[in-house]
């Protein structure tokens, strides 16, 4: 297949509409709010509303609601026309900056023949009519893509035959466009709007008679749509979690053991009662759940600022001896000796010590460390206790199981707790839900007021839930007289919490993860560590630290080799086929096709051969992460006092067709700029069982003097799509470091690379 691609911009891309204050996406010459759409829509007795649940929840439709049982159907959104020809589209899972406010309700759009300009889009409470609604995965796409099509096709082909029935004409002499269905023969046309009363009392088709697209029919997907939220953005209006106003409302502040599993054995509440601005001060016993309700401190205050004060006064006596024993250096120490003691065998494909003894060998220690978050805007959440249950305001990316947590932790009934899902950055962080229930125990203690809790940046840092766990591989690998791989040999040394039965979240090694099931002769050996620091999923938890290893190892092989290391990726991936996971294993079809194209297109995009001046380097690496497939060159420029600039970063992606261009670009550009970061700056080392780390200070994050220039490229494949917040960012940092071999001699094995020497002679 010719790929197509498509060169990054800088523009925020189109975007005509304006936006509410309650978060929806309204025409610009409409001004109605939306309590006065839900009035007028009431007042109107009538409309059409589409309703697409679970498998096996009922679903129908009447003039003014859906409340019929005529027809089971998966899940999807609610599509919404009023005769006012408001059309309205609810985007159902958590908006945490991977653009599915703006990509799934476009899914939708695309198969009703939507004006999208003109589309009303409405973030979705959490609630059970409506599928699963999470952020995590790369999943949303994937997951949504079919149901969403269905659910627009099948309100188009309700409104054509309710244009049909008003005309007395066949459906067969109809077409639709922009939001309108035309009789061509006549001239005539109605908009969705006239036609939606007359829809809302049509039988529901059934499915195997609705007709989807074709790829070379669609309008809207694949452009270039602005999020809908940027224009709320870039004004500064209120979006996120920390901008939440209620009246009356009071201000938290928690303070936990800094030691991880610690507990609280006094405090001096008594004086901090007496401090300005506080209203109350109080010990919460918590539980054992590291990602849930944590023993601590809370302070209830009348702003921000007075719980903040208040909160540095706390003088705590706490119980450290839970975690007290975990250190960095003490985990260094332990893998090292774990490296000399062996692993146990995890797989074992041919003879690895016979290809070790006739070929020629390299061997390399690699390290990644522990990571935070870094979201931009701390852990924080509004809660507001009345009536026998509780309301919250959250960003979190697994609503429904901060409900489940909540109401698993207090004992409240799970169906008085209301979530709103507001925006706010989650890169895995906001799985846990540590936040949420914090702030509900906190509103069972203000009297009835709504309370927002927020997080400062120290608590953030050391109270990541979920750091990316570190690893120590201890590699060893060779080539044969016609330079090929023939041996792989890896010692993964991980962790796992308390016990060393199993991996910790985000700390495992799949064993079919590549180059396994590429190489005759492959071993893997496993050591597990106990830790207390909570770990679990960062951006493409796992591949985040696995692809610096191999794509790094791999091109060690291929200097070794004498090969270029284009050409030595393409040879290991072999002829083009699916290659199934391994027998008894969970995993994905891994196929070599699509990943070698994307390999060659970056290759042909960067200028990959051509010559460099010494100190300026290429770097080559791919990964398949996500169900995506990926590659990228990186070229960097290195001074002979060690002064790194990576000059551009060359992209290209297979993950089916491309939803939304702008944010799928937007995507890309995010994950290198991530990336770059994590593998030249960032760190979380521990002490005594406590971070080190506590802020951007000795956290840094990428600064734009030091982006490079990006070009992002995509194969649009006729395979389902997949997710792209994930697949980019684990390719980055193997890509640079590759690169900055070839300009100066030296392999990075260790990240952050910012610890590294990089001058040359």
Known sequence: MKPSTTPVTAALGRNNSTDNPDGGHRPPLQALSRREFIRVTTLTGGGFMLSLTLPGAAWGQVATALDDTTKAFTPGPFIKITPQNIITILAKNPETGQGVKTSLPMIVAEELDADFSTVVIEQATLRTDVGAQFAGGSRSTPDNYLPLRRAGATARAMLIEAAAQTWSVRTDELTTDKGRVIHAATGRSLTYGELATKAATLPIPDEKNIRLKSEDEFKVLGSRVGGVDNPAIVTGQALFGMDQRLPGMVYAAYEKCPVYGGKVISANLDRIKRLPGVRDAFIIEGTDNINGLKPGVAIIADSTWAAFSAKRQLQIVWDESAGAGHSSADYDARAAEAAKAGGKTVRSDGDVAAAFATGKVVEGAYFYPFLN????????????????????????????????????????????????????????????????????????????????????????????????????????????????????????????????????????????????????????DQTIMSTMVPTGPLRAPGSNGLAFVMQSFIDELAHAAGRDPVEFRLELLGEDRVVPPTQGQRGTPYDTGRMKGVVRLAAEKSGWGGKLPKGEGRGIAFHFSHSGYVAMVAEVAVTRDGTLKVRRVTSAADVGPIINLSGAENQVQGSIIDGLGMAWLQEMTFDRGRAVQSNFHDYPLLRSTETPAMSVHFIQSKNPPTGLGEPPYPVVPPAVCNAIFAATGKRIRHLPFNKTDLSWT
């Open 373 to 524: 978050h870094a979201t931009l805007e701390p852990q924080g959440c509004t809660a507001w206790a009345r009536d026998g249950g509780m309301e919250f305001w959250t960003t979190s990316q697994t609503p429904g199981s901060g409900q489940q947590l909540i109401a698993d932790t207090l004992k409240l009934p799970k169906e008085n707790l209301k979530l709103n899902l507001v925006r706010g950055g989650g890169f895995g962080r906001r799985l846990a839900n540590d936040y949420m229930v914090e702030v509900a125990a906190i509103a069972l203690r203000t009297g009835g007021a709504p309370v927002k809790l927020t997080w400062t940046r120290e608590d953030d840092m050391r109270h990541d839930c979920y750091h990316r766990p570190a690893g120590y591989h201890y590699l060893k690998g060779a080539v044969d007289a016609a330079g090929k791989i023939s041996a792989w040999h890896n010692h993964f040394v991980t962790f796992g919490y308390k016990n060393t039965e199993r991996t910790a979240s985000g700390a495992g090694l799949s064993p079919d993860e590549l180059p396994a099931r590429f190489i005759p002769n492959y071993r893997l």
